[in-house]
C-alpha cells in the first residue's frame, strides 16, 4: 500500500480494524507507555492517542506491533522488495533469468528519492516542548523520540544517495541539556552516522542532522534495514512504501523529508557531548548516563495534522520483535549470500537480541576424519562477527547443518538441545577477550568492552541429556534450590554475588563438591538469584543466562583446564549469571501507574 503519509496509514488501520483511539487526555509521563505495553502485551491494535498532556499534538504508537500488522500495511509491495534484497545479494539470478526479476529492476528505479522544491510552505515551525514528552520507565533521564529517522550526509561525498539514514535514540530534555535548544543524541559508534561523524570531526567541520519523525511507515523500517552494501535507506523506503523518497533543503541547507510529520535540525560539533540517558532499553535493563553526542536544534518542522509515531523499548518481546520478524521474511535471504557455508543465524530475541546468536552452517572440512570436528563452522562464527551488528553478540551457538537438516535456530529448545548433546566442552568454546560488545550491555569490563565465546558443536551425539537429576544429586553449602528449564540445563541459586575474589571461592566449591561425581546428562549450570524464576519459562532461561555474564569472567567448568592457552572443562559448563554490582537496574514498571490505567478498560 503506498501511504503518501503516516495519517493515510493511519486511517487505513482504523478502517480495517487495526487501531484504536484512545480519546481521553493521558499523560506522557509514564501512562502512554504503560498503555502501549499492555495492549502489545494482548497482540492487539495501533494506538493513536488524540489528547496528549502539555502538547498539541497526537500521537500512535504499536504500528507494528504485530507481524500480521507488519504485512499488512506493506501488502502490496513485500514480494517486489524480498526479490531486490535477493538481487543485491546475487545478482547473478536476474543474469539467469532477466525476465523474472524484470519487475524488481523497475522497482529500484521507481524508488530513486525526489527532490522536489515547492513543499517547504507545509511545514510549520514549534519547539522541542511542544512535542509529546513521553517518558517511558520511571529511572529515565527524560522523554525520549523511540521512532526517529536520523539523517546524515558523508561530507565528503555530500547529497542523499551516499547519506545514512539510521534509528538512533534522542534525549529530548532532562540532564545538562538547555531547554528547546540542545537534545541529545545516542548511537554506536560502527554505525553510519559515527563514520558521518568522524569524517566531519577530522575536518574541524559541524556534522548536519535531520531527524525526522512520522511519514510513511516504510520510512521508520528503512532506518532499521540492515540493507546490503550500495542499497540507500532511502530508496529501500521508497521501493517498501510504493512511493519515492520526497525531499528538499531548507534554507540553512538541511535535508527535510517532504513526507515526515516532523523534523528537527541541528548541528553536532566536533567532540562536544553532554550526559545522556538513563534509559530503558531492549536488553530489559536500564543503559546508564554516558556522555554522547549533544546536537545544537536550528529549528522543530511539523505538518498541520502531523501525528508524533513512538514505541515501547523493554525486556524482549517488544514492538521492535516484531520489527525483526518483518526483517527477517525480507533479507533473511541476504546474509547467507554474503557469507559463504552460512544457511541460518538469528539473533535471539528473547535473550535481548545482541547478547545470543544460534547460527547453522556447512562443515564439510573432515571428511575423512574418524571422528568429525568444528572446523569450517569456526570460520564462518568469525565471519558472523565481523558483520554488522552481528558483531555485537557475546555468545555464539553454531552447528552443523549436516548433523540435522531439519534444525531451526529459532527453535531455542531444540536447537541448544542439539548443541549441549554434541558439544566437546574440553574443545569447542573458543573465546574471544578484550573486545567490544553492545553499548547497551553492562556485563562487561566498561562501556562498549568485553568479551565474546564461540560455542561450536559438529558430529555425532556424544550424550543423552538428562531430563532429570539424579536422586542424590545435593548442592553445597550457599547454593539453595535448583531447577531444570530444559534437558541437560539446571539453574541454581546462588549467594547474591559480591565481589570477583569470593565468587571464584563459590566457584571452587562447586567444582570440589562435584569433581568426583558423577553428572551425567548435565552439560550446563546456570548460577543465578533465583532459580525458579530462571527455569520459570525459555525467555526466562535465555534473558537470565546471556544478558548477566560475560563470557571471560563468568564462564567456569567443573575439572577445568587450560592448555596451550585453550581453556576447556571436563565436567558440566558453568556460567554465572547472577546481578553483579556493576550490571544496570532492570526495568520494573510503576505500580501506581499500572492501577491508574486501569481506567481505560484496555
Known amino acids: 500500500m503506498g501511504y503518501k503519509s503516516l495519517a493515510e496509514c493511519v486511517a487505513d488501520l482504523e478502517k480495517h480494524g487495526h487501531l484504536l483511539r484512545i480519546k481521553e487526555e493521558v499523560d506522557p509521563y509514564l501512562e502512554m507507555a504503560a498503555i502501549h505495553l499492555r495492549v502489545y502485551e494482548q497482540q492487539g491494535p495501533a494506538l493513536y492517542f488524540e489528547k496528549i498532556k502539555g502538547s498539541p499534538f497526537p500521537a500512535v504508537s504499536n504500528l507494528f506491533g504485530t507481524l500480521e500488522r507488519s504485512k499488512f500495511m506493506f501488502r502490496d509491495s513485500l514480494p517486489n522488495v524480498e526479490q531486490l534484497v535477493a538481487l543485491r545479494s546475487d545478482p547473478v539470478k536476474a543474469m539467469k533469468n532477466p525476465f523474472k526479476y524484470a519487475g524488481s529492476a523497475l522497482t529500484a528505479l521507481s524508488a530513486l528519492p525526489l527532490k522536489q522544491s515547492l513543499l517547504k510552505s507545509v511545514f510549520k515551525k514549534t519547539t522541542i516542548s511542544q512535542l509529546p514528552q513521553i517518558v517511558n520507565w520511571p529511572m529515565d533521564g527524560g522523554p525520549f523520540v523511540t521512532m526517529p529517522q536520523v539523517y546524515t550526509e558523508d561530507v565528503d561525498k555530500p547529497g542523499i544517495m551516499n547519506a545514512n539514514l539510521g534509528m538512533y535514540r534522542i534525549q529530548l530534555a532532562g540532564n545538562e541539556y538547555i531547554p528547546d535548544k540542545e537534545i541529545g543524541l545516542h548511537y554506536q559508534i560502527h554505525r553510519g552516522i559515527g563514520v558521518h561523524q568522524s569524517k566531519a570531526n577530522a575536518k574541524g567541520l559541524p556534522l548536519k542532522v535531520s531527524i525526522f519523525v512520522g511519514g510513511p511507515p516504510s520510512h521508520p523500517l528503512a532506518a532499521v534495514m540492515p540493507l546490503p552494501e550500495g542499497l540507500s535507506e532511502m530508496t529501500f523506503a521508497g521501493a517498501l512504501g510504493n512511493r519515492r523518497f520526497r525531499y528538499f533543503y531548507d534554507e540553512e541547507g538541511f535535508c527535510l523529508s517532504a513526507d515526515a510529520d516532523f523534523v528537527i535540525t541541528g548541528t553536532v560539533y566536533p567532540h562536544e557531548t553532554k550526559p545522556e540517558g538513563p534509559f530503558g532499553d531492549h536488553l530489559g535493563y536500564y543503559s546508564l548516563t554516558h556522555p554522547f553526542p549533544l546536537m545544537k536544534v536550528h529549528n522543530v518542522y511539523h505538518k498541520q495534522d ?136 553492562y556485563s562487561g569490563e566498561g562501556l562498549n568492552s568485553g568479551s565474546k565465546v564461540v560455542i561450536a558443536a559438529a558430529g555425532e551425539v556424544k550424550r543423552k541429556l538428562a531430563t532429570v537429576v539424579a536422586d542424590n544429586f545435593r548442592l553445597p553449602d550457599l547454593f539453595t534450590t535448583f531447577a531444570m528449564p530444559m534437558s541437560g540445563v539446571i539453574t541454581v541459586t546462588a549467594p547474591a554475588y559480591t565481589n570477583e575474589a569470593l565468587a571464584a571461592q563459590e566457584i571452587e566449591k562447586l567444582d570440589n563438591h562435584f569433581k568426583d561425581q558423577s553428572l551425567d546428562g548435565i552439560t550446563l549450570m546456570v548460577l543465578c538469584d533465583d532459580a525458579e524464576f530462571a527455569a520459570a519459562t525459555l525467555n526466562n532461561f535465555v534473558w537470565v543466562t546471556f544478558t548477566r555474564s560475560n563470557p571471560a569472567t563468568d564462564i567456569h567448568g567443573i575439572r577445568a583446564f587450560t592448555k596451550n592457552k585453550h581453556w576447556g572443562c571436563r565436567g558440566p559448563l558453568i556460567i554465572d549469571a547472577r546481578k553483579k554490582p556493576h550490571h544496570a537496574p532492570e526495568l520494573i514498571m510503576d505500580q501506581t501507574v499500572e492501577e491508574n490505567i486501569k481506567r481505560f478498560k484496555l
Open 306 to 441: 502531523a501525528i508524533w509515531s513512538f514505541t515501547v523499548v523493554g525486556r524482549p518481546p517488544q514492538e521492535d520483535t516484531s520489527f525483526g520478524a518483518l526483517i527477517h521474511e525480507i533479507t533473511g535471504s541476504a546474509l547467507p549470500q554474503e557469507i559463504h557455508g552460512l544457511k541460518e543465524v538469528n539473533a535471539v530475541d528473547a535473550a535481548g537480541v545482541h547478547p545470543l546468536l544460534f547460527a547453522i552452517g556447512s562443515e564439510r572440512y573432515t571428511p575423512f576424519l574418524k571422528e568429525r570436528r568444528p572446523q569450517e563452522i569456526l570460520t564462518i562464527a568469525n565471519h558472523i562477527l565481523g558483520k554488522n551488528q552481528l558483531s555485537l553478540a557475546k555468545y555464539v551457538f553454531i552447528a552443523a547443518s549436516e548433523d540435522n537438516e531439519l534444525l531451526d535456530t529459532h527453535d531455542i529448545k531444540l536447537f541448544l538441545s542439539h548443541i549441549l548433546s554434541r558439544i566437546d566442552l574440553t574443545r569447542d568454546l573458543h573465546f574471544h577477550t578484550q573486545t567490544t560488545i553492545d553499548t547497551l550491555d
